[in-house]
Each structure stands twice: as C-alpha cells, then as structure tokens.
C-alpha cells in the first residue's frame, strides 16, 4: 500500500522558510516522479513542482527561484525548500507519487497523495 507522510509545515512570517518533508513507503520510490502540489483555502488544487525518478526538477512559476525540490532514494524522501515565503503561499501542502519517471509539469491528477502539511504564512 502506498504511504505519503508530509511534515515540516508551520505558520512562519513572511519572508521566511520552510522544509517540507515527504516520507514514502509502499512501493519502489527510486523508480517514480515525485509531486508537491497545494490547495489554498477556498481554491483547487495547484501543482507546485516535481522531480522525475532521476532527480530532474521542474516548478510552477509561483514559487520558482524560492523553492527547491529534492530527493534522497535511500531514505524514500522527497523535500521542498520553500523560501522567501508569501501570503498567498498559503496552503495545505501534499505530497503526491506520479505515475511514471518523469513529470508531468501542471498535473494535479494523482492517484496517491498523502494527507497534507499545513503552510500559513502570516505577520
């Protein structure tokens, strides 16, 4: 059974950081894409980034250059820097195992997602 845990969310001001945590089980991690995508309050789902089986990264436009996705296979984890944070950055955050190796940039379409970590950035 695939396992998405997310972690690391918080309330921080703006201008701040966070490290979001991504701790898969359940299947071959090194062998898939991985997602973060987020859903602010009262908004669909927005894909953020995502980083194929061989640790290519693509992001949204809202967060690139504040934001970093990466992946350690041996600890089946997945993580996104988020820096310079905003208000509207916002969002209950989840992490989401894509279909393939690679990255589908834009989809919000995932059969597994975990549970979610809440960002809220606020003065």
């Known amino acids: 059974e695939v396992q998405l845990v997310e972690s690391g969310g918080d309330l921080v001001q703006p201008g701040g950081s966070l490290r979001l945590t991504c701790a898969a089980s359940?299947?071959?991690?090194?062998?898939?894409?991985m997602n973060w995508v987020r859903q602010a309050p009262g908004k669909g789902l927005e894909w953020v980034s995502g980083i194929t089986a061989v640790g290519v990264d693509y992001y949204a436009d809202s967060v690139r250059g504040r934001s970093t996705i990466s992946r350690d296979n041996a600890k089946n984890t997945v993580y996104l820097q988020l820096n310079d944070l905003k208000t509207e950055d916002t969002a209950m955050y989840y992490c989401?195992?894509?279909?393939?190796?690679?990255?589908?940039?834009?989809?919000?379409?995932?059969?597994?997602r975990g549970q979610g970590t809440q960002v809220t950035v606020s003065s």
């Open positions: 989401a195992k894509d279909q393939t190796n690679w990255v589908e940039v834009g989809s919000i379409t995932f059969p597994n």
């Open positions: 359940g299947f071959t991690f090194s062998n898939y894409a």
